[in-house]
């Protein structure tokens, strides 16, 4: 119709990859018409989503000539020829690496929810784990660590290294701790249900009354200061319920909870790239221990779950790739742990309607792209 240029105006949300694909799209519809494209893309966090902006200049050979920074907000100037309409070349920033990129999604979403709802900060219950050592690091660099306060609440399975590495990584950050012994309340919770209890052994119902213990403090110190609670579960657990409702699940937005355990590992690497003079911002020894919830003695999730080298391939082909029980065999699984995994992934789904939400980085995170019904009579 005689257009020389095409603008398309965006609101593409982040997912891993994404700025490949879009510019994948634009290369098609440039070579296809003959005409350069200039694409402007939202940035900012809404609810799980956070827009990345990475707006960009195509040019009619379907060449990226300009790109702007992601996750920024910008107004860079493209020139258009007088005559032709064909934009000039400018700045071409170079496309994030996976860990950078995951990582600013994460920053950025939890910035915008925090600050667009007016909280004056935030709560982390920080347990000397990796995944509360990444929350706590995402909210401050988010927020700031002013607006940050962390609370220990140690039991009698918590270890002092958990102790020591919780409070170092607090220091290091500049974020203020409180240290909240649960035992009194656990111990009060205990005494209180002796009789109903009477004859019966220890099972998950004592770790879920620590996890709960620890909820009632948190929700307690949101209540009285305003600040918003940031739950510290991750995908994986998410997705087999290794989670405990109105305890470690509560609260009003979940950071990472789109990102599995191995991927927390690999932020935990990258952040620490990027220490200053203060030292890393999470210790050494919090990545490289064996994961644990400390809820009873000598607990690790290996004791309940597959490792997580075999748990988060297996939760990827079925939740993002939707592949089958068959599918995910043949690339190397053994059927009865595949069939375990998504037997616990079907049985977690009504914990899941009841989790806070969170940042969005996968095509399909659990929300508004998972549709699994809570009440079937299939099995695998």
Avoid at 246 to 275: E, Q
Wanted: aromatic share 6%; hydrophobic share 40%; with cysteine.
């Amino acid at each position: 119709a005689g257009a020389r240029v095409l603008l398309n105006i965006n609101a593409s949300p982040f997912e891993i990859d994404k700025q490949d694909e879009r510019e994948h799209i634009l290369n098609s519809r440039a070579t296809e018409t003959g005409l350069p494209i200039l694409y402007v893309n939202l940035v900012g966090g809404q609810d799980e989503l956070v827009f990345d902006g990475g707006s960009c200049v195509m040019a009619a050979d379907g060449n990226v000539i300009a790109r702007a920074a992601a996750f920024a907000e910008a107004m860079p100037l493209v020139e258009l020829d007088d005559a032709t309409g064909a934009p000039q070349p400018g700045e071409l920033t170079e496309q994030l690496a996976l860990e950078e990129s995951v990582y600013s999604a994460l920053v950025l979403g939890t910035r915008d929810y925090v600050v667009k709802h007016g909280f004056p900060g935030v709560v982390v219950g920080l347990s000397g784990g990796i995944d509360s050592a990444m929350t706590l690091t995402i909210a401050s660099d988010a927020i700031g660590a002013d607006k940050v306060r962390a609370v220990l609440m140690p039991s009698r399975y918590t270890s002092q290294m958990s102790i020591d590495d919780a409070i170092a990584q607090a220091e290091t950050l500049g974020v203020q701790h409180t240290t909240l012994p649960i035992e009194p309340m656990f111990q009060s919770v205990l005494d209180t249900l002796a009789d109903e209890f009477a004859g019966l052994e220890p099972d998950t119902t004592e770790e879920n009354i620590q996890a709960r213990c620890r909820g009632i403090l948190l929700m307690a110190l949101s209540n009285k200061s305003g600040r918003m609670v940031l739950t510290t579960g991750n995908k994986s657990e998410m997705a087999v319920g290794y989670a405990t409702l109105y305890g470690d699940m509560a609260g009003g937005f979940a950071p990472i909870k789109d990102c599995s355990k191995t991927l927390v590992y690999r932020l935990a690497r990258y952040r620490n790239t990027l220490a200053g003079e203060e030292g890393p911002a999470i210790p050494e020894r919090v990545i490289t221990r064996p994961p644990t919830a400390e809820l009873r003695e000598d607990q690790k999730d290996s004791d309940s779950l597959p490792d997580y080298s075999v748990l988060d391939p297996i939760l990827e082909a079925f939740i993002v790739d939707d592949l089958s029980v068959d599918d995910i065999v043949a690339l190397g699984y053994e059927r009865a742990v595949v069939g375990r995994v998504l037997s616990m992934v079907k049985r977690a789904e009504y914990k899941r309607r009841q989790a806070p939400p969170g940042v969005r980085i996968s095509s399909r995170a659990f929300g508004r792209d998972w549709r699994y019904p809570i009440t079937s009579g299939y099995r695998w």
